[in-house]
T-cell receptor, first 112, second 111 residues
């Protein structure tokens, strides 16, 4: 059974810092990996999708990498802002299916 | 473009009552799914559908029923509500190779 782990569970940084969120998964046979953002009381917003054949994806200040062989992904946030405060979730899609297996998330607080 | 719309946003039920959580998408996505989110458990898949008329069970299907008569709609039915079903429910839709889109959730309390 696929298991997804996110470390740390919570992170607090001062504004302007660059930071890295980690995601690991136990089964490397994934179709893709997706990073989401969730604000309190809200739904999930997709940030980046990395296909299994890709190594990284970038969107603005966000960069996500994928190393299938080691079962790891990182989300890099450059020049963090208070508006980046949210819970960040990593999810993998097994094989060719589209069901998502989620990690428990990293709660990020960016202090002004 | 509304995306994924879930109704209601909040609901309180008594044990044993039944209800239907509605989910509609206007993006012509063939794939739709339901998740529940609980503290310490993360998001877990309840049921999913790969197209109209096709549904399958996810990780935690017991106590829930689904059907998919149209591409747009994927309702989730609680047959006889139990306190253990108190949760936040999310509906998602997508296609292969594209990010999945989530609704804003339904917050359900079972007394």
């Amino acid at each position: 059974k696929q298991e997804v782990t996110q470390i740390p569970a919570a992170l607090s940084v001062p504004e302007g810092e660059n930071l890295v969120l980690n995601c690991s998964f136990t089964d490397s046979a994934i179709y893709n990996l997706q990073w989401f953002r969730q604000d309190p009381g809200k739904g999930l917003t997709s940030l980046l999708l990395i296909q299994s054949s890709q190594r990284e994806q970038t969107s603005g200040r966000l960069n996500a990498s994928l190393d299938k062989s080691s079962g790891r992904s990182t989300l890099y946030i450059a020049a963090s802002q208070p508006g980046d405060s949210a819970t960040y979730l990593c999810a993998v899609t097994p094989g060719s299916a589209r069901q998502l297996t989620f990690g428990s998330g990293t709660q990020l607080t960016v202090l002004p | 473009n509304a995306g994924v719309t879930q109704t209601p946003k909040f609901q309180v039920l008594k044990t044993g009552q039944s209800m239907t959580l509605q989910c509609a998408q206007d993006m012509n996505h063939e794939y739709m799914s339901w998740y529940r989110q609980d503290p310490g458990m993360g998001l877990r898949l309840i049921h999913y559908s790969v197209g109209a008329g096709i549904t399958d069970q996810g990780e935690v299907p017991n106590g829930y029923n689904v059907s998919r008569s149209t591409t747009e709609d994927f309702p989730l039915r609680l047959l006889s509500a139990a306190p253990s079903q108190t949760s936040v429910y999310f509906c998602a839709s997508g296609t292969s190779n594209q990010p999945q889109h989530f609704g804003d959730g339904t917050r359900l309390s079972i007394l």
